[in-house]
């Protein structure tokens, strides 16, 4: 399940925990807990401090609102070196990001460790289960999606939690690829049709936010369709004969040995999980071959040593005209 605290472009980093704590807090008070936000301790802060109003029950949460940074164990250590100093019944650690291998290994010693009980970690899938359970949202509305729209061209489901609301989004295909977004008020599940509210959901900082948000209609027959026209992808020119002004041909083309050498051999690494890079780039002024070069590159990744180890297409960056360009590329080829 995909959870994002989606704020604006200028927010800081406890803006967006502090939004993430305001769901908490409503999560906790529907299961019956009193809760004090930021609560100051001696050498620390703490997110949410709760106490059950029937049983008494003393409860730290933590709350990590990351997105492209995963939990790691230091912070399920300090967690629990809380609970343990401050005598708290359990300590609650919610985080809408992937834990990291460290963590996941932590969290699978705590119940052998004494105390460890005392631990609470809520995954993704875990926070939706309690929200829905406490009626804060709805379940996702897949069904009503499906009625409206071709049941392949329905992506991955997200919850975003903005300052403008919570919402059920989904991913809207086109070949195979994320182009749209529809959005549902996570609350009832009803459609978003107002187009000014699904621009300032659009303009948060997430990882859907290069999508499009424009609103749908709610009958299929009068649905506009995603794409007035296919984009072309233009593959690099090359020239027809050896005095062809266009890039050379694989047999005209002279020297960079070494260079051909060196990205091959950046290949290799990659393959073989040498290196963590995945791109480069070939700079230079106009004129001076490197289109001549990257033809001469796809040319020799065709011959019988390297046509079972890579596939290499060269295309004309020139003509694109949006970001979709890259992903119709990559379906061309």
Known sequence: MNIEICTPNSATTKDKGDLLEKLCKKMLEAQNYLVTEEVRKTGSELDL???????????????????????????????????????????????????????????????????????????????????????????????????????????????????????????????????????????????????????????????????????????????????????????????????DYRPARPQDFVGRTKDIQEIFDFFKKIRTNEINTRIFAITGNSGLGKSSLIITLSEKAKNRHQKQKLFLYAIDVRAAKSPEYIYSALLKT
Not at 54 to 65: D, L, N, P, Q, R
């Open 49 to 243: 401090l709760c106490e059950h109003k029937v049983s008494g029950k003393k409860i730290y949460v933590e709350c990590k609102a990351y997105r492209d940074k995963k939990i790691d164990a230091p912070i399920i250590r300090q967690l629990f070196g809380t609970v343990v100093f401050e005598n708290y019944s359990e300590g609650w650690l919610i985080g809408t990001s992937e834990f990291s291998k460290d963590a996941k290994g932590f969290c699978e010693e705590l119940p052998s460790r004494p105390l460890g009980d005392r631990i609470v970690v809520y995954s993704s899938t875990d926070i939706v289960e309690s929200l829905q359970a406490s009626k804060i949202i709805s379940s996702i509305p897949r069904e009503h999606l499906e009625q409206h729209l071709d049941i392949n061209s329905i992506g991955e489901w997200f919850l975003l939690i903005t300052t403008f609301g919570n919402f059920w989004v989904s991913t809207i295909l086109s070949a195979g690829i994320p182009t749209n977004a529809v959005c549902y008020y996570a609350k009832t599940g009803v459609l978003v049709e107002d187009q000014e509210l699904l621009d300032n959901i659009a303009s948060t900082d997430s990882s859907l936010s290069k999508l499009d948000f424009s609103k749908i209609i709610n009958t299929k027959k009068e649905m506009k369709p995603l794409f007035d026209s296919q984009i072309e992808v233009v593959e690099v020119q090359r020239g027809e004969d050896w005095n």
